[in-house]
């Protein structure tokens, strides 16, 4: 779905004097505006913070849970979140954000999904099934999830993307599998975005991923910020140190998203998480001050240390 | 999926903890109160397992088959499909297993008696029936999430293989509900859940009680033609 204008927003936006490179989130006020990067191959504004949908939103029939999803998805839009991410393989997540979505209504989604699927053939099918279960007209983002059948998707996609029915087009993969192939598709495919795990104690996509995206212009999409969890679990009860009130952070959870959004490379970042608190955590660390090399050195280091 | 190796149990487990177990409460809830016929049924079991008699072990292989293609059917086909895409597959398993014991069934013929087997295979049956639903008193949801013999798998397999020791069945009969332990506790292990261990625990118990008790009672097997 293309971002729409919203004049009013605007109109407001430079009344308050924020500059066009943030995100005004909602009339009815969050605390601070989301920072935004640009997407290296068109210049759109997406904002840091997403919300990824592995495991969190998988909940079956449970009404009670469904509506609890809805909840952290209004929340995340409340907040000025824009891009959702899901997958056919996350079970029913398509199918619950495609519902919250029609309660919702959101002015701004940038929808992410994935195709999973082997061979290339069966393909188109599986996409038109997660456009329908999304219930949006087009995906802004398609990506070949962990790389299964690429070499037979991504023309696809990218044709797709030619006549206009699709807006970007990316590949992913996760918890560090397939990283030298990875790194060939980006050096020799007009791929837009790279989904991979980044978080302060695994940094592997440092060595290598990160900077060919800068150099190629390829946007970078960060799942498994926390480790699903684990990270924030062994941090749990650690105080943060000192330097989180340098970056305006009150949590390990903000100093770890802040970690990762304060990369040069990267375009956002996306946490799932079911709980709407946690969301309106997540969003906080989009915005105000980021760590300047020195600082994330410290973080993943105290990270490291704590965890 | 291409590249199965690069993948780890917990990038395959696609659900949380918390999603499993509201299913398990809406089964519950959705089926009450099945869940005393289930028990009831399954009593009705071990009694078989307590009289020596052809009819007495059709009746617990039918009943036991029941459970299998009810448990495939309503658990894994209508609800853990819905956060679980390998549900349909465990569907099918639990039909291939409904319909193996009930050919069990219909083929049952005299069995020498084997006390050792009869007891552990007894005990083991007794757990899946009469203690899994206890395990769920630990938690702070109590009977909402019982796990009960024939509405969810794990008491369903447990209670199987001792039925399946008891009766000392062919091993082919008992490659589904072991298998089936095997992934539950591999999920539940992945899930954090404290009694991840148990199905493992029962299906290690019930092969190594029927090896050794086999072997014990090779002369008895020999004696008695062929085995059930």
């Known amino acids: 779905m293309a971002p729409e204008s919203s004049t009013r927003r605007r109109l407001l936006a430079s009344l308050l004097g924020v500059s066009g490179s943030v995100l005004l989130p909602s009339l009815h006020a969050a605390p601070a505006p989301l920072i935004t990067r640009p997407i290296p191959s068109s210049g759109e504004a997406i904002p840091v913070i997403g919300l990824g949908s592995w495991i969190t939103f998988n909940v079956g029939r449970d009404r009670e849970a469904r509506a609890e999803c809805a909840a952290v998805m209004r929340g995340f839009f409340a907040g000025g979140g824009r891009m959702i991410d899901s997958s056919p393989m996350y079970g029913s997540a398509q199918d619950v954000i495609g519902e919250a979505l029609q309660a919702i209504k959101p002015a701004r989604l940038f929808s992410a999904d994935k195709v999973w699927i082997g061979g290339g053939a069966r393909g188109p099918g599986q996409i038109e099934t997660s456009r329908r279960l999304w219930q949006v007209p087009r995906f802004d983002l398609l990506q070949v999830h962990n790389l299964l059948s690429w070499e037979e998707h991504l023309p696809q996609l990218l044709a797709m993307k030619k006549e206009g029915r699709l807006r970007y087009v990316g590949i992913t993969t996760s918890e560090g599998r397939r990283h030298s192939e990875i790194e060939k598709i980006m050096a020799s495919q007009p791929i837009d975005f790279v989904q991979v795990s980044y978080n302060a104690l695994d940094r592997e996509v440092e060595a290598r991923i990160l900077p060919l995206a800068r150099e190629r212009r390829i946007g970078v999409i960060v799942n498994r910020p926390f480790r699903q969890g684990d990270l924030t679990a062994a941090l749990a009860g650690k105080p943060l140190p000192g330097w989180g009130a340098e970056i305006g952070c009150t949590s390990w959870a903000q100093a770890l998203l802040k970690f990762i959004v304060s990369h040069p490379a990267v375009t956002c970042a996306i946490p799932a998480t079911s709980n709407v608190a946690h969301v309106r955590e997540n969003l906080l660390a989009g915005s105000g001050r980021l760590p300047d090399e020195a600082l994330r050195k410290r973080i993943a280091l105290d990270a490291g240390r704590l965890a | ?228």
């Open chain 2, 1 to 228: 999926m291409s590249q199965w190796w690069t993948y780890r149990l917990s990038d395959l487990l696609m659900f949380s903890a918390r999603s499993y177990w509201r299913l398990t409460e809406a089964l519950n809830r959705d089926l009450w109160p099945g869940q005393v016929v289930a028990v009831a049924a399954g009593i009705v079991i071990l009694g078989c397992l307590l009289r020596p008699g052809v009819p007495a072990r059709r009746s617990a292989y039918l009943m036991l088959g029941a459970a299998w293609a009810w448990v495939g059917w309503a658990y894994h086909l209508q609800r853990y499909a819905d956060i679980n895409t390998g549900a349909p597959y465990f569907a099918g398993g639990f039909a291939l297993q409904a319909l193996l014991l009930w050919a069990m069934a219909a083929r049952s013929r005299p069995l020498v008696a084997a006390p050792a087997c009869s007891r552990i295979g007894l005990a083991l049956a007794g757990a899946g029936v009469l203690m899994y639903p206890l395990l769920a008193l630990a938690g702070d949801h109590g009977w909402r999430r019982a796990e009960v013999f024939g509405i969810v798998p794990d008491p369903t397999a447990v209670t199987t293989l001792g039925v399946l020791l008891a009766l000392r069945a062919h091993p082919l009969i008992w490659l589904i509900p072991l298998l089936w332990c095997a992934i539950s506790s591999a999920t539940l292990m992945e899930l954090r859940v404290g009694h991840a261990w148990l199905p493992a625990a029962a299906a290690v118990l019930a092969i190594a009680a029927g090896i050794v008790l086999r072997r014990r009672e090779r002369p008895l097997s020999l004696r008695a033609n062929s085995p059930t």
